[in-house]
């Protein structure tokens, strides 16, 4: 075949640059028969088609293809690659925070991608970095910042938004890394709780992870401020710079809120004391919880849209914490979290734009970019390309979503995580774990009928002489949790997960428990008494004494 005879089929394979409606419905057609194929996978079970053997081996020794296929067979192979996906919008999932994603956010991916803006540069993507920007104030206006004064970028990640966070820190306790490297006397702190990128990012930035500092938390899940108050002064005390501290508000595992009030008083006090020349960066990992940012104005005495007393009690739980985000310096959201928002759309607020100048490059370095233009967030932002695809699926779900939307769904999966608690609480059998966290993770370990579970919990938590018990127990669960499983995948109950370490007893042992988090607007009550039904038919199953 002559290559202009390879070129017109290869150029079908394209959308068309000219308006051409007949491809245009070839083009349509296209995806909505990769739709159709991945319909046809779904059934009652709570994952697409069935869980079939990954074959690792085989895949290292993938080659490319002699000769060019076509848009229909590559569809369907790629379709074929969704076999065995959990739906993570299925009523009967319950497993992890990984949202489910909206038809607008999925329409906003496409478009980006089609398109394929590069938002380093509003030459290269007009309006979706406008996008981009109006995210940024609708965000900033949600969780109390200054929209006047505030700024933001998207990034890759959660991970990402901390990494900036912790750099704007650095590059305030200790001026000029960008040119310099980094000092040994920077530290940062984060609890135990936090989510481990912090190690990542302490390493990566050069801080290392021996300069990260990790403060235990309370029992329940908090950030211990006398031992981050200690912590601080000592560093303080021995020339160490404190690059950031990092606050987490939602731990992952848990939703543990750290006590951003009080943690910004704590470092003003600092500043104050130790005569600092710069003011120790607060970097709030939100994540998980801004999103709750949207009950601020939620009147809870007056209840418009009608939650159950638990439901409210557990958003005025999260909502003390969480109305003093604007208390950060910076503040890391993912909207492919708890924004139904398709990966990757995670971004970074900064409370003070001008922090950004701290990280900006000089135009001399960057000498075939922002030559023109009047938004150049390429400037300062770590990534060079930078998709359109998170600024507009999240865009596209703030506007489905509303205030209201928001607090309507957030709502409900609080009342469901309240439920599932109720019905918990119901079984003499069950404890839940996290139970003065309010977000919609529970985390729950069941014991055998004759342990006495009204005691247990103290006990193997917080005495050393019930280390055995503590790790017979861990047995017990993980074996639950087998079960749970393996009937779930028989389209028997509800998928949830297991957590290997939820934290660490008080003598160091870490604690197994089973986890259920709510992430899905299709979950119900009857889905949730299906999770206590089936893990109390487990524990029925395993026995009392059996060998754990
Ligand atoms: C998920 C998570 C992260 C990491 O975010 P990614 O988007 O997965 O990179 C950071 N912090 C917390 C609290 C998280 O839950």
Redesign the pocket.
């Given at each position: 075949m002559m290559y202009r005879d390879i070129l017109k089929r290869i150029r079908l394979a394209f959308p068309q640059p000219m308006s051409d409606p007949i491809h245009d419905s070839y083009f349509v057609h296209s995806i909505m028969r990769a739709l159709d194929q991945v319909d046809a996978l779904k059934t009652e079970l709570p994952i697409l088609g069935n869980v079939v053997f990954s074959d690792y081996e085989k895949a290292r020794q993938a080659t490319l293809p002699d000769a060019m296929s076509s848009v229909e067979d590559v569809t369907a192979e790629i379709v074929s690659y969704l076999r065995g996906m959990p739906i993570f919008g299925h009523p009967r999932t319950q497993q992890n925070?990984i949202a489910p994603t909206t038809i607008p956010s999925l329409v906003g991916v496409l478009l980006a991608s089609l398109h394929n803006p590069n938002i380093a540069w509003d030459e290269y993507s007009r309006l979706v970095a406008l996008a981009e920007v109006e995210v940024v104030a609708i965000a900033s206006k949600m969780v109390g910042y200054d929209q006047a004064q505030s700024s933001g970028v998207f990034t890759f990640?959660?991970?990402?938004t901390?990494l900036y966070g912790v750099k704007l820190g650095l590059e305030k306790a200790c001026p000029h890394t960008i040119q310099k490297g980094v000092p040994e006397e920077a530290v940062v702190f984060v609890s135990d709780a936090?989510?481990y990128?912090a190690a990542n990012i302490a390493g990566w930035l050069g801080i290392g992870t021996d300069n990260l500092v990790v403060i235990p938390t309370t029992h329940d899940n908090e950030i211990n401020l006398e031992l981050l108050n200690q912590s601080a002064r000592e560093a303080l005390a021995n020339g160490k710079k404190i690059a950031a501290i990092i606050a987490?508000l939602?731990?992952?595992d848990a939703f543990g809120l750290d006590d951003l009030e009080e943690i910004a008083k704590m470092r003003d006090a600092l500043v104050e004391e130790f005569e600092l020349e710069y003011r120790p960066h607060i970097h709030a990992?939100a994540?998980?919880g801004w999103a709750w940012s949207a009950f601020n104005d939620y009147s809870l005495e007056g209840n418009p849209l009608g939650f159950r007393p638990r439901t409210i009690r557990a958003l005025a739980g999260a909502r003390r914490r969480i109305q003093h985000l604007s208390l950060a310096d910076s503040i890391?959201i993912?909207f492919?979290?708890t924004g139904f928002a398709p990966y990757?759309s995670?971004l970074v607020l900064v409370k003070d734009q001008t922090d950004l100048d701290l990280v900006k490059r000089r135009p001399e370095q960057m000498p075939y970019l922002y030559h023109f233009g009047e938004h150049r967030p390429g400037m300062f932002t770590l990534e060079t390309s930078r998709a359109g695809t998170g600024p507009l699926a999240a865009l596209a779900n703030l506007r489905l979503f509303g205030e209201q939307g928001l607090q309507a769904t957030l709502g409900h999966l609080v009342e469901m995580t309240q439920l599932l608690r109720e019905h918990l609480g119901g079984r003499s059998g069950a404890t839940t774990l996290n139970r003065d966290n309010f977000g919609t993770v529970t985390v729950f370990r069941v014991y055998p009928e004759e342990v006495d579970t009204f005691a247990i919990m103290r006990q193997e938590f917080e005495d050393p002489a019930y280390r055995d018990s503590l790790i017979a127990h861990n047995a017990y669960n993980r074996k639950v949790f087998d079960y749970v499983h393996s009937e779930a995948m028989e389209g028997r109950g509800v998928v949830i997960s297991l957590t290997d370490c939820y934290r660490r007893t008080d003598y160091g042992e870490p604690i197994v428990a089973l986890k259920s988090f709510i992430l899905s607007p299709f979950v119900d009550e009857a889905d949730v008494k299906t999770v206590v039904d089936k893990v109390m038919e487990a524990s029925g199953k395993i026995g009392p004494g059996a060998d754990c």
């Open positions: 925070v990640g959660g991970t990402g901390t936090g989510h990128c987490t939602g731990t992952t990992d994540v998980i890391g993912d492919h979290k990757i995670s």
